[in-house]
């Protein structure tokens, strides 16, 4: 079955620019989408189909997606960001979730 | 505005069948298919099946191939979720989402806990 690989955990610095990388064997010809999920709620969607931001989301989230690694990047980041986040594919007409990252704005 | 909503809390014994159900408004119910998805205590997200509302196809994890049936009533725009033989792994946050292959879930339930325990 298809995996998705995300780092543990990622720290930023306040107002610098955070990364999260998703590996998978050659997710460059994936849908990736990518959810936040902050503590006690439902997860939202921040990035679909690689690098499209859903209306009310703000331009710091981008996504890229090229040969094995797809990557969310967050500018600018703020307190507000810390949270889970987790990436997904659809493989063989199944959904493929990562582990999910945590980050920590310091 | 768009929103999913599912019913209440669950508490179940071993070996009993949970059905989670989820109302949409604010949107034509058989222009989207819906997942679910569960979160276990302190786990990610994992994927539990989905189903197109316009014509009822589904397509669910292998591991919980046998035990979950996913259905929906075009009538009252919701869509349910049954999972029998529940065991204590079973014990997570049950999500409902909006969405398919390119547009990600972009709608998402509150979510229902569904507690296993003897």
């Known amino acids: 079955s298809y995996e998705l690989t995300q780092p543990l955990s990622v720290s930023v610095a306040l107002g610098q620019t955070a990364r999260i990388t998703c590996g998978g064997n050659?997710?460059?010809?994936?849908?990736v989408h990518w959810y936040q999920q902050k503590p006690g709620q439902a997860p939202v969607l921040v990035i679909y189909g690689d690098s499209n931001r859903p209306s009310g989301i703000p331009e710091r989230f981008s996504g890229s997606n090229s040969r094995n690694t797809a990557t969310l990047t967050i500018s600018r980041a703020q307190a507000g960001d810390e949270a889970d986040y987790y990436c997904q594919v659809w493989d063989s007409s199944t959904v493929v979730f990562g582990g999910g990252t945590k980050l920590t704005v310091l | 505005q768009v929103q999913l909503v599912q019913s209440g809390a669950e508490v179940k014994k071993p070996g009993a069948s949970v059905k989670v159900s989820c109302k949409a408004s604010?949107?034509?119910?058989?222009?989207?298919?819906i997942s679910w998805v569960r979160q276990a205590p302190g786990q990610g997200l994992e994927w539990m099946g989905w189903i197109s509302a316009y014509n009822g196809n589904t397509n669910y994890a292998q591991k919980l191939q046998g035990r979950v049936t996913m259905t929906t009533d075009t009538s009252t725009s919701t869509a349910y979720m049954e999972l029998r033989s529940l065991r204590s792994d079973d014990t997570a946050v049950y999500y409902c989402?909006?969405?398919?292959?390119?547009?990600?879930?972009?709608?998402w339930g509150q979510g229902t806990t569904v507690t296993v325990s003897s």
């Open positions: 989402a909006r969405g398919g292959y390119t547009t990600g879930a972009d709608v």
């Open positions: 604010g949107y034509t119910f058989t222009n989207y298919g």
């Open positions: 050659n997710i460059g010809s994936k849908n």
